[in-house]
């Protein structure tokens, strides 16, 4: 009986310990576009994708490798608009602007509950993600850090603007 309970518990912490490497290596959390204010160089909006299976809870955002924004918020879009900078210069049906730490990023929806909830035009579903930063100065890196499963992450986002 002592051989199969010591078996048992090596599979166990074995098995434990794949999925800790599995997280701490796959981090869920991209970004597919950013977009910036060419009248205001320190505005940008920065999409969000949780590419992983369980919400990812945002914990801070710094600007320039290191430096706090004077605002940060995350938009979420309950419609098929995306978080851009049109979004901060006007009021869009869909699309609302909250702390960064009020909604977790959940996983992102796949082909076929998209086409479901467009058909249903379901609008309590949030489709997107994204942030909204300004600063002071102008905005070349973006970095969020994040928990996933309880697990600290870090994202750095490069802004490269096309002048």
């Known amino acids: ?33 950013y977009g910036w204010s060419s009248a205001q160089p320190g505005l940008v909006t920065v999409e969000l994708q949780n ?5 990812v809870k945002l914990k ?16 979420v879009s309950r419609s098929s608009a995306l978080i851009g900078i049109f979004a901060l210069k006007e009021e869009i049906d869909g699309i609302s602007f909250h702390p960064i730490d009020e909604y977790e990023i959940e996983p992102k929806l796949n082909r076929e509950e998209v086409i479901e909830l467009e058909e249903l035009d379901n609008r309590s579903t949030i489709r997107h993600y994204g942030l909204a930063v300004d600063h002071c100065k102008k905005v070349d890196s973006v970095t969020v850090k994040y928990t996933y499963f309880g697990f600290p992450y870090k994202k750095e986002i490069k802004i490269e603007r096309m002048e």
Not at 14 to 25: D, Q
Not at 51 to 55: C, K, L, P, W
Not at 60 to 73: A, L, M, T
């Open 1 to 33: 009986m002592n051989k199969m309970v010591r078996w048992i518990i090596g599979c166990a912490a074995f098995l434990l310990a794949c999925l800790v490497l599995y997280l701490k290596f796959n981090p869920p959390l991209a970004s597919n576009g």
């Open 60 to 75: 801070k955002v710094f600007v320039n490798e290191g430096d706090r924004p004077c605002k940060v918020d995350l938009g």
């Open 51 to 55: 590419e992983g299976f369980h919400g």
